[in-house]
Nanobody, 114 residues
Framework: QVQLVESGGGLVQAGGSLRLSCAVS????????MGWYRQAPGKEREFVAA????????SYGDSVKGRFTISRDNAKNTVYLKMNSLKPEDTAIYYC???????WGQGTQVTVSS
């Protein structure tokens, strides 16, 4: 079956950086657009970034533009989210997903302290 496993979350100070990874199995990874979402306590799930399957075209939510970078390695079936200049408001559970499908990872916690 399809599995998405996120890793790389943790506690970081404001201004710091983290890189999240999402390893995907059970489907032909290179055929799918991939994305990252996040959900903070008491808030709705929010779009963070997406990357097209072949062109590598990327898109970002307004709150992370210029600070976060999504990338993928089709040989490793992995999508990444590099997060720079982190702010306390970036604190959330971060989920990767197969775009336009119902496949989601279990999430990884990112906590940014002020």
């Amino acid at each position: 079956q399809v599995q998405l496993v996120e890793s790389g979350g943790g506690l970081v100070q404001a201004g710091g950086s983290l890189r999240l990874s999402c390893a995907v199995s059970g489907l032909t990874f290179s055929n799918y657009d991939m994305g990252w979402y996040r959900q903070a306590p008491g808030k709705e799930r929010e779009f963070v970034a997406a990357i097209r399957r072949s062109s590598g075209f990327t898109s970002y939510g307004d709150s992370v533009k210029g600070r976060f970078t999504i990338s993928r390695d089709n040989a490793k079936n992995t999508v990444y989210l590099k997060m720079n200049s982190l702010k306390p408001e970036d604190t959330a559970i971060y989920y990767c997903r197969v775009m336009f499908n119902t496949y989601w990872g279990q999430g990884t916690q990112v906590t940014v302290s002020s």
